[in-house]
């Protein structure tokens, strides 16, 4: 008897994939893959239940002879594998990032004379409500809080970018992308101080009030799933700092860092250039302790930031926080620097990793941009926070559009550079 081959990324099984296995079994027996966490989060949404559950729920549908796991998002060890005479897909797959895998399909099925079979794919009212309450399960506070502690056991490293609005959000969202036969999206957001203040033309230095950074939280959280690291600053007062664990873990946040600064803090990339004190140990581990203390969750995480590094107290300094921090109660620590060469940032990391086999690092490489995640993973760092780029490619873009048009006295000679209307309303999804 011949067989019938098709993957299923999904948490929920609905008409579309009956459909599917209904058209399937015409063919022979029908084996349905089941897409492993690891493979479905390079750009698919987070799953809502267990890998486990997504097999037993296969497992249960009708006319599937066989489960298998399929654990790369390409099809080439699967094919090889079980040499199906056919594999079926809806046809959702022509265009976009998703067209590479129905490319490695077909040049996987040429190798040993496999058909494709490509049916209608079923969108209808019913399938886009299940979707949208899938998505809005994602963005309920207590599934988005834990997912960063997901994604810290799930992936290499937790890919984070920095979003200061609802359309930055959309962006770090929706964006998926296909590079050398590989599908990829962010993990993670980061709301910046820099980068909130900046947008409103203020200066980095606490002045944007919590009730307006939450306001930023809130626009970003109404329109997408993905977890959030929120930018702390120095966390302030000890009695103002437990309240804000409180606010944030309530709102689903999923980590504060906080730096070990003290009194006016200035933006760590102007390093020893501005006055900036560092604080000391005890009073930057008592706020730690006292921020670990009020929190109710096991999700939420306090990340202690260190800044030995950008002020020049040296390695050891660094390294000396690093344990004491993590011994008040911080749940994981980024270590920042403002040198063009990540060298120090990597023996920091080698370092605090040889004794220290588990506890998170952070890192953001704003001005060491030419190490590579891959290197990032190798040294055994966690997250990597591209903490800027966004605000710094939107600003020169828009400052030479305006430029333009006062220029030519007319926006024509500025269009081929814009995004169509079409595109832009496309982003937003409709209720
Ligand atoms: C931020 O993005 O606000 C940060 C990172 O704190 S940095 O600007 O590099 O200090
Ligand atoms: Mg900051």
């Not at 549908?61 to 390409?74: A, C, F, L, P, T």
């Not at 504060?256 to 200035?266: N, Q, R, V, W, Y």
């Not at 102007?270 to 302790?289: C, L, P, R, Y």
């Not at 926070?385 to 030479?400: G, K, V």
């Amino acid at each position: 008897m011949k067989t019938v081959y098709t993957c299923f990324c999904t948490d929920i099984i609905h008409e579309g994939h009956l459909n599917i296995i209904q058209y399937a079994k015409k063919y022979g027996k029908v084996i349905v893959g089941v897409m492993s966490d690891e493979a479905m989060l390079h750009y698919n949404r987070f799953p809502t239940i267990s890998f486990e559950e997504r097999v037993q729920m296969v497992k249960g549908m009708e006319d599937v002879s066989k489960v298998v796991i399929q654990n790369d998002i390409m099809y080439d060890k699967i094919l090889c594998e079980i040499k199906p005479n056919y594999v079926i897909h809806g046809d959702n797959w022509k265009e976009g990032p998703e067209s590479a895998i129905r490319e490695n399909v077909i040049k996987n099925l040429e190798k040993y004379g496999g058909e494709l079979i490509e049916i209608p794919y079923t969108y209808n009212e019913n399938i886009k409500r299940i979707n949208k309450r899938l998505k809005e399960k994602l963005a309920m506070p207590e599934f988005r809080r834990k997912r960063l502690r997901q994604f810290i056991k799930l992936r290499p490293i937790v890919k984070t970018l920095e979003v200061h609005s609802g359309l930055t959000g959309l962006i770090a969202e929706k964006t998926v992308v296909e590079h050398n036969g590989e599908l990829d999206q962010f993990d993670a957001m980061w709301i910046s101080s820099l980068c909130d203040s900046t947008v409103k033309g203020k200066p980095d230095i606490e002045l944007v009030d919590m009730t307006s950074r939450c306001r930023t939280i809130e626009d970003v959280m109404e329109v997408t799933t993905k977890p959030i690291i929120f930018d702390g600053d120095t966390g302030g007062l000890v009695e103002h700092f437990v309240y804000l664990v409180r606010t944030l873990e309530r709102m689903g946040v999923s980590a504060i860092i906080i730096e070990d600064k003290t009194g006016l803090k200035k933006n760590s990339l102007f390093g020893t250039d501005v006055k900036q004190s560092q604080d000391s140990i005890k009073n930057f581990s008592e706020k730690i302790a006292a921020g670990k203390r009020v929190q109710l969750t096991e999700d939420f995480m306090i990340i202690a930031r260190i800044e030995s590094l950008i002020l020049e107290k040296g390695m050891e300094d660094a390294l000396m926080r690093a344990r004491e921090f993590r011994d008040a109660g911080a749940d994981g620590i980024m270590i920042h620097s403002r040198k063009k060469e990540p060298d120090e940032i990597l023996e920091f990391c080698d370092k605090f990793r040889k004794e220290d086999k588990s506890t998170p690092i952070v890192v953001v490489p704003s001005s060491f941009s030419v190490i590579t995640e891959a290197e990032l993973v190798e040294h055994g760092v966690n997250i990597v926070i591209y903490a800027n780029q966004l605000t710094r490619s939107a600003f020169p873009a828009m400052e030479q559009t305006a430029k333009d048009i006062l220029k030519y006295h007319r926006a024509k000679e500025v269009e081929s550079r814009l995004m169509p209307i079409q595109q832009i309303l496309t982003l937003i999804d409709e209720l």
